[in-house]
């Protein structure tokens, strides 16, 4: 169906208990070696799966089943056919820019609190942002097509054993700064809330453009590597809408620049800004074959 190489189906021989996602015991590089070996059971699959939706807030049924089912799509089948029984899940099928149907999965409330504590049991802070999103069509290419960029990154991130401790998506960030700044004009006025402006946004890693203004990614990754040390990745991904001066001074601050389908990953290619074949393009629903069926 994906055209592409999968690992061994991980499905076990009977089906698992129903109390499930018992999270791992033991080191996390130990859990890395299983990763190597293809031995990540079904419930550590589930529940790597079900924080990715909360963390981002919306993921594509194929998108899942490529970063956390091997590429398997009657193992992801079964994953969210369990956790839309259990009411933690809804599946919507939305429309691309291509006209293709592709199928989006979100959190309800009662899936949040899992997606909290399954979260914070697999290493992330306790305070990464997760509640149901608000979900439009015309957003549905573009946020799912993020979270195949953070997916990317995610990897890249591991080869470096390196651990995923946070991601803000550009509301948060956004939300943030707004709120210290507008928070101090009310205080001391306009100049006051311009120099907060500029402070919260170095303190969060974003970076300003030659006006002054606040440079936002798509997401930010935050992550602890081998050693002990925070990092942060932002990371953008464009579309064929965005303009050349916007992507050279993303570009330009360090942004890990993502292509969403290939007027895109062109435009990239054209400006010296694309990775060729490392990740740069995450090619979406439209990117692929019309006929074939998300189960």
């Known amino acids: 169906m994906f055209d592409r190489k999968v690992e061994p189906d991980p499905?076990?021989?009977?089906?698992?208990?129903?109390?499930?996602?018992?999270?791992?015991?033991?080191?996390?590089?130990?859990?890395?070696?299983?990763?190597?070996?293809?031995?990540?059971s079904f419930p550590e699959r589930c529940a790597g799966a079900l924080a990715d939706i909360g963390v981002h807030g919306a993921v594509s049924f194929r998108d899942l089943a490529d970063a956390r089912f091997g590429g398997h799509p009657y193992t992801t089948r079964r994953a969210v056919d369990m956790w839309i029984e259990d009411g933690l899940v809804t599946e919507t099928t939305v429309t691309g820019p291509n006209g293709n149907p592709f199928k989006v999965l979100t959190l309800t409330p009662a899936g949040v609190a899992d997606a909290r504590e399954l979260a914070a049991q697999r290493g992330m802070?306790?305070?990464?942002?997760?509640?149901?999103?608000?979900?439009?069509?015309?957003?549905?290419?573009?946020?799912?097509?993020?979270?195949?960029?953070?997916?990317?990154?995610?990897?890249?991130?591991?080869?470096?054993?390196?651990?995923?401790?946070?991601?803000r998506l550009d509301a948060?960030?956004?939300?943030?700064?707004?709120?210290?700044?507008?928070?101090?004009?009310?205080?001391?006025?306009?100049?006051?809330?311009?120099?907060?402006?500029?402070r919260t946004a170095e303190e969060l890693g974003l970076p300003l453009d030659e006006?002054?203004?606040?440079?936002?990614?798509?997401?930010?990754?935050?992550?602890?590597?081998?050693?002990?040390?925070?990092?942060?990745?932002?990371?953008?991904?464009?579309?064929?809408?965005y303009r050349e001066p916007a992507l050279r001074a993303k570009a330009a601050a360090g942004f890990a620049m993502h292509a969403s389908g290939p007027a895109a990953a062109g435009m990239?290619?054209?400006?010296?800004?694309?990775?060729?074949?490392?990740?740069?393009?995450?090619g979406g629903r439209a990117d692929r074959d019309p006929a074939s069926v998300e189960l």
């Open 268 to 282: 990239l290619q054209k400006l010296g800004l694309g990775h060729g074949d490392d990740g740069a393009w995450t």
């Open 11 to 40: 499905r076990p021989a009977a089906p698992p208990s129903r109390n499930r996602l018992p999270m791992r015991d033991g080191h996390r590089r130990e859990y890395a070696a299983d990763r190597e070996r293809g031995s990540i």
């Open 125 to 167: 802070d306790r305070n990464q942002r997760i509640e149901v999103p608000r979900i439009r069509d015309a957003q549905a290419s573009h946020d799912t097509a993020v979270y195949r960029a953070c997916a990317t990154e995610r990897d890249r991130l591991r080869r470096r054993d390196a651990r995923v401790r946070r991601v």
């Open 172 to 198: 948060e960030l956004k939300s943030a700064v707004a709120r210290a700044s507008e928070a101090e004009r009310a205080r001391n006025g306009k100049r006051a809330a311009d120099a907060e402006r500029q």
């Open 211 to 241: 006006a002054g203004q606040v440079l936002y990614p798509d997401a930010q990754i935050e992550y602890e590597d081998a050693e002990g040390r925070t990092g942060r990745v932002n990371v953008e991904v464009a579309s064929g809408s």
